[in-house]
């Protein structure tokens, strides 16, 4: 494994606090209910991101959760062009596909694609061989063993932190095996996918766990259920509870934070970036004059 991260033309350092934007060409997903299914309207959204502080957009064609079928040519007829529009308007932008399916994977890469987000962990082995073949990132997450698209039923772990990084774990050697450069490969816990609210609490307050593997870990906390029924609280009341877990995330070791809302993202990631050490204050006037 390598200390920096290297996504298509950017490498990022071991110290950097980086924000992936959530672009869902969806017309149901849970928080923006397709509000960027129209491809204007989803391409509009990635210029708000990148200028927002966005270094990665990542780019989904199926909702997570259950809902309508969704075959693989209507998801490519969802991202891949976007994907394409995307990399001409912005040729140093980090794309990443969400997608679980090699076949997707594949076309998305050829429209610019620099990393293939699997966030149901290896459902389709096939996907980490199209990053080995093509020299993309790829995201090894951990799906508590569910099959795409199902939600959690009485799930239990003897210790979900260690079920969680030795499934992220295992994944992630794999991809290495396979030929995957280990300068592109994340890992994600995966908050709320095949686990309920405790144990997504638990991961987070065990994120050094994950971070000990050495593998730059990416986190998606953003509006989750889990920081719902912690607070009580509907989707669209989320976003203090998103960036108390995203600084807690941070302070711990996580590097790339996949978010809704990325300017108010950016700057809890500025601020702990800064309360750590690991960047300048924009101004320091104060007691100086």
Known sequence: MADALRLGRRTFAPGELTVMAIVNRTPDSFFDRGATFAAESALRAVDRAVADGAEIVDIGGVKAGPGAEVGVAEEIRRTVDLIAAVRAAHPDLVISIDTWRAEVAVEAVRAGADLLNDTWSGADPA??????????????????????????????????????????????????????????????????????????????????????????????????????????????????????????????????????????????????????????????RRGLA
């Open 127 to 284: 996907l980490a061989r199209v990053a080995a073949d093509t020299g993309v990132g790829l995201l090894c997450s951990h799906a508590g063993g569910l099959p795409p698209r199902t939600r959690p039923h009485r799930v239990a772990f003897d210790d979900v932190v260690a079920d969680v990084v030795g499934t992220v774990s295992g994944l992630a050697e794999r991809a290495v095996r396979l030929g995957v450069r280990p300068d592109g490969i994340l890992i994600d816990p995966a908050h709320d996918f095949g686990k309920n609210t405790r144990h997504s609490l638990e991961v987070t307050r065990r994120l050094a766990d994950l971070t000990a593997t050495g593998w730059p870990v990416l986190v998606a906390l953003s509006n989750k259920d889990f920081i719902g029924e912690t607070l009580d609280l509907p989707v669209e009341e989320r976003l203090e509870g998103t960036l108390a877990a995203t600084a807690v995330s941070a302070w711990l070791g996580a590097r790339v934070f996949r978010a809704h809302q990325v300017r108010p993202t950016r700057r809890v990631l500025d601020m702990v970036a800064s309360i750590r050490g690991d960047r300048p204050p924009a101004l320091s």
